[in-house]
């Protein structure tokens, strides 16, 4: 027999697929890794993003602590492992921050997959859309997109050029019953500036008095090139049950590692934990024990004050040539540490619009608008100098002066 005709079925068109979630809508792309892409041709002399320098690895160091665990612990290396992370990682950070001034333990601590993830936790954990965070106005570009993400309502506090404002905080933090504060008290992105101690114990009073927790990111603490150290935010007694610190080797070690940590009152570190489990189950575990194995053998500390000399000559090296780069009228800071000069151009000049003109003479840098919440400095610039050697450094500025002549 034949076989039966097919009978042609009418094409139905295709349901659309759900959109994206709204909350994106209210989150930008940043702009620093924009720029980054924009300036990847190896010609650029880029002082946009902030990167340690990579000449500076301890590759050697490293590699040997990797060699050791998969030589010696192999199959709990590979292994699922705790959230809340390798034991022997976080008796190694307690030790680095008890001796720093900031009394802690083991069990104070949760590893994360980089301080961004810990912010993120710490995120989750407290607010819910609508919340009222307060930021540093300009603040650091991805923390913005974290409380973006969260649906939270993000207000400015004043700075001047020794950080936040204590009085403008506790007006607005009178009015707005926020609950949360986030600062990097200490050599700040993008100003490079740092809190004095008045201004922290004016800060860990106002949280105390008007009870909002405060985030304390402090990834480049540790690069200290003058001056003298100030006391976290989390050791003092106003602040110390209601402050989260935020600590990271990313600037110290190598940011590929991709490991953080927060340092948190029991109740809410138990919180950010399970916020953990339903994020990652747990940050990798032969990177941390790699990183434990380093700590335990090698001496980050001398491996780090090599680092800060490196950086505070590039820093030198930066400061000297900005008079002959920027427009006349020009203000710039001096920081005591970290990785950035945060300068202003003279009144009428637009950084982001100068910006593609600077890339013509392959050179950047990163405009200072898109880190203010409120009303943006169009003037001001984010100038990073940890990436080049001070020769490539006066050599940038050279193009940077004539993209501005």
């Known amino acids: 027999m034949p076989p039966a005709a097919t009978v042609p079925q009418p094409t139905l068109p295709a349901a659309p697929t759900p959109a994206p979630a709204s909350r994106l809508g209210n989150v ?23 990167l340690p320098a990579p000449e500076l690895f301890d590759t050697e160091g490293i590699k040997a602590a990797y060699q050791a665990v998969l030589t010696d612990t192999p199959h709990t290396a590979l292994q699922y492992s705790t ?4 034991p022997a990682l976080r008796e190694a950070v307690a030790e680095r ?3 720093r001034g900031l009394p802690t333990g083991a069990d104070d601590l949760l ?3 980089g301080s961004q993830q810990a912010l993120t936790l710490l995120t989750t954990a407290l607010l819910e859309p609508g919340s009222v965070v307060l930021v540093e106005d300009p603040c650091y570009l991805a923390a913005l997109q974290c409380f973006g993400f969260a649906g939270a309502r993000v207000v400015p506090v004043p700075t001047d050029e020794h950080g936040i404002v204590p009085e403008a905080l506790d007006e607005i933090a009178a ?12 050599f700040q992105n993008p100003t490079g500036r740092t809190l004095p101690l008045a201004r922290r114990t004016a800060v860990a009073e106002a949280a105390a008095r008007h009870g909002f927790w405060i985030a304390e990111d402090d990834p480049y603490g540790e690069l200290r090139f003058e001056g003298e150290p100030v006391p976290p935010l989390a050791g003092l007694p106003a602040a110390a049950d209601r ?3 935020l600590g990271s080797f990313s600037k110290v070690m190598a940011p590929g590692l991709r490991l953080g940590h927060l340092r948190a ?8 934990v399970i916020a953990k489990q339903a994020a990652d189950l747990h940050t990798s575990t032969v990177d941390q ?13 001398a491996h780090v004050a090599g680092m800060r000399a490196a950086y505070r000559a590039r820093r030198d090296a930066m400061l000297d040539g900005l008079p002959a780069a920027l427009p006349e009228g020009s203000r710039w800071n001096r920081p005591e540490g970290g990785m950035f000069v945060w300068a202003t151009l003279p009144e009428g000049r637009d950084a982001a619009a100068l910006l593609p003109t600077a890339v013509g003479h392959d050179v950047a840098y990163v405009p200072g608008a898109p880190f203010f919440s409120g009303t943006p400095d169009p003037a001001s610039l984010r100038l990073s100098f940890t990436t080049h050697a001070p020769d490539e450094i006066t050599e940038g500025l050279r193009r940077l002066a004539r993209a501005f002549a």
């Open 28 to 50: 930008a792309a940043s702009p620093v890794r924009e720029i980054l892409a924009l300036t990847a041709r190896p010609e650029v002399i880029s002082f946009a993003g902030g």
């Open 83 to 86: 959230t809340e992370g390798d």
């Open 97 to 99: 921050l008890t001796a």
């Open 111 to 113: 590893v994360t997959t």
């Open 175 to 186: 009015r707005e019953k926020p609950t949360l504060l986030y600062v990097i008290p200490t």
């Open 243 to 245: 402050t989260v610190l």
């Open 265 to 272: 009152p029991a109740a809410l570190r138990r919180a950010c």
């Open 289 to 301: 024990a790699a990183v434990a194995r380093y700590l335990r053998e090698r001496d980050l500390d």
